[in-house]
């Protein structure tokens, strides 16, 4: 192996396609693991790359890859305990981990260069790493398929240490260019661990509205109070866990995910403020990075952790695939209408099912204010497609809708009778279900009008049954 | 035009002239000395051009004048009175006149005075436009101000204000002296603003709310006494924000009791030489509302210099968030430190707890700053020029609830943040510019340190 230095001075970030492959091997007991590999190279911002760099021979093989780096610690700082979870990680699930991807890396915090950094997933036990802190570099893609190749670096900060900074007077810098910035670059002359740091999340994070209406308590304010009453019993058994959402869009990206076997947490949110979109749920990655609407049905083709058969078999021809589009856009105009209008503008949902569950965690004031300017804002959007919120006409369609999608079905276990659930199975669930665990009304004023919807799609045996059995299978599992 | 030499009788009659004012004066001097004491009432009042001020009022101010019992009282408290008008800045001009009464039945009556005061009152409408300077902000703003409002010298405002940091303010305000005093005034503020924390924190800040202030003086300083409801909502964070940010996301509300007492003894606010300076400001936080906790923030300052220019002043500034209820803060109500105008040698709001670059505040932090100003090689005639040296350090720690106050301790002292510097100062007449080069000698690895030039503009400095 040569060392190899190299004197690039570019700045530039790119991310290649993700190779994916999946490979099989014979264990000495006999069965047969097979392994996936996701393979990504991230060139990220290389401000120098004045770093010894080892070539490696393409058919190379070897266990790890080890070089002394000269660099700093400060961006390691908010990684430190990730090296733990580099561990066990189990076979046939999609997650992912990686060498560190640090996001917005400080112009002034005197990065050490080489950001070329090769990102590989396998999915065996083995972790490296005598990292106690980060950055990888390695020219091109290496890895093996039994271990994650992290390049560790110790870091020393010497003289030596190509600190780099931009520096307005005097030009952007380098502290080989000028020995004013070699100076410079030893402030601070001592320096101490950062005090905060957030441990990285093992597997994709959702932050969705949960739980749902009735599991659990329903709101986040519930949430709490039941956390304190266990917390005075002093529970041994363990708290129960948060499943599914009374919100839509949560609980059909739940469903995906869940159909295509990828392992998340779920981290109960409820301001649709928090996510770069404006609107929850959204995904956060172990590596930084988050997923909103636009991105999300692509990851999950992408890291879904189905096998070969169950993809072919859930494959949808081109008929299907169209009817699927018609079918998913039926449901999320005409039934959302109507789920909409059960919500917000049935008077005792209104006051009381929706404004607790999604402004519950707030003053009840507050909560109530916000509840109206929701309803408005709701009321506008309606109002973009139709000419007047007409509730016989919604529920009109609305019913159609339902017998359109109960014939559909038939008696199939999922929709166009495939054995693997598909994305429009968590369109149609995540409707069903909401509707149908709404809490009813006893009231006598209401004299039933506010579960009409819910006794709609109670008239389908087959649905019911449909939300029931996915329920079931998919998440009170 | 040459002036000629005075002659010698010009001269003669000016002496004679000046000697005969000195008798005069000397005699009017000696009158009053002897009668000063004895036995004199203030028996009317009469005030001319009053038209939009209440009587009641005037009668509060001019009540003390009353007391009098002698020449020299009546003087002296009318003088007083009349200086208590003059400062609820209502009355443009105002005029005295102390006289016999003119009461025919009371000619004789040689201990009864009466007292005119002529007054002109103010406009009353004041519409302002202009731009001012801050800590570390800039900001347009157009007020309208109504003075005496309802006769009693209340002042009505309304102001609207663009800044770089508070990115839209509306506020309008009510305030009132107290009994007639001008040192004591109730004041009503309803506010709505937009403070935009982008560059450091990545998210900005729309705050609503009133306050309800009753401020006054005591020989220990000005007190204030505050109570403030706030509705504040958390939005719109960045692109690059990160988690920890997004998580604090949302609305909360505020209700709290705030106390602030300032002792003042310096020269001057903006560079100080001389005196020292005390501020404590507390507040409780837990009338209702979501946030409930006891927050406190003292600072304070001394500053000591020669005849030759030189000045030593040393600031501290302390402040500690403690929450009552077991959660953990908001990122609303946290301290920020660092900066030009806070530690020095590193970037705004760049130290303590930090993810990414997103700074997310601490709930104690402790700071100092020491600074030398000397007059400035080859600017010595300008005073308002100074080379500055300075040696700053703070800390800023988050502090989960529950936790042993040993340990915040611990945290707080065991690390800390130090930068020195050197540069030079100019005091304008409304804000102090600072240009210093500073150099941090010791750091978290996460502060954003802020190597070499800084430039500092503002009115309160470390």
Redesign the interface.
Known sequence: MSDHPQKDEQIFSTTSEPVVEFIEEVQEDGSVIRKKKTTRKITKRILTTTTSVKEEEPDRQQQQLEQQQHHQHDIIATFESSESTLKDLSVGSASITEGPIYDGVHPTNTTSTTETVAITSSTSATAVSSASSETIESDEVSEKSSSTTNTTTTTTSTEQSKRTFKYGFFGKGNADDHPFYKFLARFPLKQSPAPHTRPRPVKPTIYAFAPGWKVGGGSAQENQKQESKDKEVETEKEKEPIVGSFDVDSLKWMAYLKFNQIDYDIRPAFEPTMSPSGKLPFLALPNGSLITEDGFEQWVQENKGQSDEDKASAALNIHEAAEAVAFSTLAESKIHAALLYTLWFEAPHFHGTTRQHYFGHHNYYLGKLLNYISKSNIVHSMLLTRTQIDRELIFEEASAAIEALSVQLGSNEYFFGKSIPSSLDAIVFSYLHVILTLPRIQNAEDSGRSGELARMVRKHENLFKYSQNIWKKSFAA | MATRQPTEEELAAHRKRQQEFEEAAFKIQSLVENIRHDPMKLRKITLHGVGKTRESFLRRILEPAFQARSLHEVIGLSRQAVRRMERFGIFEDIKIQLDSPRDSWLRDRKDLVDLGIWVKEGSRIQIRTGTEAGNAEASMYGALTVKNVFGGAETLSTSMAFGTRTSSAFQFALATPVLADPDKNLSINLYSQTRNNTQWSSYEEDLKGGALKYSTLSPFGYHELAYEGQ?REV???S??A???I??Q???S?KSALTHMWVHDMRDEPLLPSTGHYVRVIQEYAGL???VNHIRQEIEAQVARSNNAGYILSATVKSGYLHSLNGKPSKISDRFFLGGPMSVRGF?SNGL??????DS?G?DAYMSAGVSLMTPFPGLSNYDSFKAHFFANAGTL??VQPGQSATKTID?LT??P?VSIGTGIIYRHPQVRIELNFA????????D??????QLGLGISFL
């Open positions: 509705w939005c719109r964070p692109e690059k990160t988690l920890t997004r998580e996301c949302g609305h509300l209702g509302g979501d970037k303590g707890p930090r993810e990414g670059e997310l601490g720690v988050s945290d065991k690390a943040s150099l941090p000698l010791m750091a978290a690895k996460s954003a340190v802020s190597r070499g030039w």
